[in-house]
């Protein structure tokens, strides 16, 4: 949809009474700080809201900065005689990477509350197929859904048992009732804003036990309740997901980049960065049917969250209990 068309339906939203939706209709500025402005003056300075239920984005910076991680590493950090450290195979070669255009990118993971929003105004049927993390795989197709995902969640909590159909459905809704493109982040512009111009190993420094200051992931908490569960040693306090937001922001001011739930990016899965765009686009060849996972989660211990870890791959049709997403979007 091209940017006047765009515009158009959010003039036919706006002159339909939908202004309870679609805050800012007086203006449909091009300006997204004009938004903000108009919007919710309570959000942060860099941050703006199209709509009273649509999530708050926050605007990253055009940029350059190198993806992944060199394939040295393997034989570096102690645990990668664990098979699982051959997943650093899949982060290499590095990659330099250059953003020409500011983009925005979802503050928090989507919201359950926030889903329930595009279910109702679009009727959405979801198969109740989703498979639970509980401590424990629960892979019998025991009609859990996002509404019902078999762990505590109130509607401030990330949606879970969303497929990754289900998240490209949401951002095509945002798009037409805001007439901003929104879509699945790329997985380049997923690592260059969780790093926020940092290098190093973790996107918050080099001692990767001060995790638990910055996401939920599997802890104390939760290996108190799971000892046979890889688990980190300090304490983020939730057991299953948590609240968004309810642990420090990057230096971007994204939160839950880190932990929560595993989050959906746009690209096909590739097992290295070998065909991955130098323009921060998403990689469109490969196993398209499949698609890579960041951040990690409540259930993912001490590998899986390095600044360049890539989690997956998981086929677009699966619907789990610790996978989530945010949304990407379009600034002018
Ligand atoms: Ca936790
Ligand atoms: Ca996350």
Redesign the pocket.
């Known amino acids: 949809m091209n940017t006047n068309l765009r515009r158009r339906v959010g003039q036919i939203l706006c002159a339909a009474g939908l202004a309870h939706i679609l805050s800012g209709c007086a203006h449909q500025s091009s300006d997204p700080l004009q938004v903000l402005r108009d919007a919710d003056n309570d959000l942060p300075p860099g941050n703006l809201r199209d709509c009273a239920i649509c999530p708050e984005l926050r605007i990253i910076p055009a940029g350059r900065f190198t993806m992944g991680a060199d394939a040295d590493l393997v034989n570096e950090l102690p645990w990668t005689r664990h098979i699982e450290g051959l997943r650093i195979l899949w982060e290499s070669p590095e990659k330099r990477i250059r953003f020409a255009k500011p983009f925005a990118l979802g503050t928090f993971e989507v919201t359950r509350d926030q889903y329930a929003e595009f279910v109702k105004a679009t009727d959405r049927k979801t198969n109740p197929n989703c498979v639970v993390w509980a401590g424990d795989w629960d892979r019998s197709a025991n009609g859990k859904t996002w509404a019902d995902p078999g762990i505590p969640q109130t509607a401030d909590h990330p949606v879970v048992c969303v497929s990754k159909k289900d998240a490209e459905a949401y951002a095509a809704w945002l798009t037409e009732i805001t007439g901003r493109a929104y879509a699945l982040p790329t997985e380049a512009q997923w690592e260059y804003a969780l790093r926020a111009g940092g290098t190093s190993t973790y996107p918050w420094g080099e001692d990767g036990l001060e995790v638990?200051t910055y996401g939920?992931?599997?802890?104390a908490?939760?290996s108190a309740a799971h000892p046979a569960r890889a688990s980190q040693s300090c304490?983020?306090?939730?057991?299953?997901t948590?609240p968004a937001g309810m642990h420090q922001p990057n230096p971007w001011g994204l939160y839950d980049m880190t932990?929560n739930v595993w989050e959906w990016v746009a690209d096909c899965w590739t097992p290295n960065h070998d065909a991955l765009p130098d323009d921060g686009g998403p990689v469109t060849t490969g196993f398209c049917d499949e698609s890579p996972l960041r951040g990690g989660a409540?259930g993912t211990g001490p590998l899986f969250t390095r600044s360049s870890t890539r989690g997956g791959p998981d086929h677009h049709d699966v619907r789990q209990s610790w996978i989530g997403f945010r949304v990407a979007a379009e600034v002018e």
Request: with cysteine.
């Open positions: 638990c939920n992931v599997a802890d908490t939760l304490d983020d306090s939730y057991l299953y948590a932990g409540y």
